[in-house]
């Protein structure tokens, strides 16, 4: 019996990582027709206060062009980490579709999902979508401001 508190111990620490859930969240992000080559996107969520939180996704293949997606940019110093969630510059008229582990916790806790745009000799369109990460905006599309025509992520 003197063994039994430790193995408890072990037990429960085991157990504590099951309890943070996280669900995969369906990002849909549909251009407009703007007439330029293509789109670099930054995808990314902040927190209640408006403090960066994490990337979900960079449609920006070379970190040259990051600078561009300034909001983001400025928010993680020009070091953020892209691996694994990053690919090619997006079309005119196209549609991005990505999946990204989101946790439980953020959902209706103030968390907004951004994405920043700018495609090569236009503008730059920081915050082009910004929309609160809630379980009732989900499915919902959105219009952005620049050279997003609608975004809506599913849970």
Known sequence: MKHAWPLAAIAGALAVPSLASARTVTLETT????????????????????????????????????????????ATGGKAKVDGISGASVGA???????????????????????????????????????PLTTGGAGKPVAGRGYVKSFRYTL
């Not at 703007?34 to 927190?47: H, S, V």
């Open 31 to 74: 251009l407009s027709n703007y007439g330029g080559d293509g789109a670099y996107l930054a995808i990314y969520l902040t927190d209640a206060s408006g403090a960066y939180k994490s990337t979900l996704w960079v449609a920006a293949p070379k970190a040259k062009y990051w600078r561009h997606l300034s909001d983001w940019y400025r």
């Open 93 to 131: 008229g196209t549609t991005l579709r990505v999946t990204a582990d989101v946790a439980d916790a953020l959902l209706d806790a103030g968390y907004q999902i951004h994405i920043d745009t700018s495609a090569e000799k236009m503008k730059d369109n920081p915050s082009d979508v910004v929309v």
